[in-house]
Structure formats: C-alpha cells, structure tokens
C-alpha cells in the first residue's frame, strides 16, 4: 500500500509537494497512467472496452474468455514501450496483483473479473462473498 500510495498521492495531488497522507485524489487519477500498460485506458481516463477484448483475445488461447498467469506474462513482454522500467515493473506489479487478488483454483482467471478489476466492480463483489463467509 505504501508504494502505490507513496507514487500516486503526488501525481494525483495537484499540488508541488506530495500529501503527507499518502491521499489519493480520484479526479485526477488519469495523471497516474504509466507507459508499458495495456492501454484499457486512455490518458483521460476513460475505460476503452474494445482496447480490454483486443488486448485480452491477442494474448489469451481460445475461446478467450480466460487468461493464464503465463499469457498475461506474454501480454506485459507484447506491452512494453522501450526504455520504459518503471513501466514495466509497474505493469507487472499489476498483473502480480491482480492474479493475487483473484487467485483462480484452475489458474486461468476470467474475462470478466479482470474488467471487473477494471471498472471497480470486482471489489463489491468480494466484500459480499466474504460477508456471507462470516
């Protein structure tokens, strides 16, 4: 958490010096777009649904509806913009974190979760199941 906050709060903040809480400002979240991505944004943050299928049926096997924790390697490697480290390892802390976050039993994660990462969903839908859990 410190270093997602740690970087965004000062790109987000609009302001010269960084927020000493680490507070992320949403209006300007479009600010924190790095290079070497997926490019499912677009830099005025705004989701491209066609960019997320074309991205995930070029590196994910048929009938694309899933992706493997390989295929998504082969989709940061197919991403990368040249002489880009920060944003390769930020893309690739990305998709660490999102296979973590849905850790699949069969390592394939869905379609449809990973744009539910996208669009905010995802996390609605884990703070129900694990209520019910309890």
Known sequence: MLLIHGSLSWVTSGAL???PFFRL???NMHRGKHGSDSEAYTSTGAFDEDRFNYVFDMYSAEPHTHMTFGEGINMLH???NAFDPFGWMAAALEWLTTYLVLWPDDGRVKKED???????SLFYKISGK???RL
Do not use: A, M
């Open 17 to 19: 010096l960084p927020d």
């Open 25 to 27: 400002r949403i209006e």
């Open 78 to 80: 197919g991403n990368r």
């Open 114 to 120: 990973v744009h539910d990462i996208y669009d905010g």
């Open 130 to 132: 694990s209520s019910k």
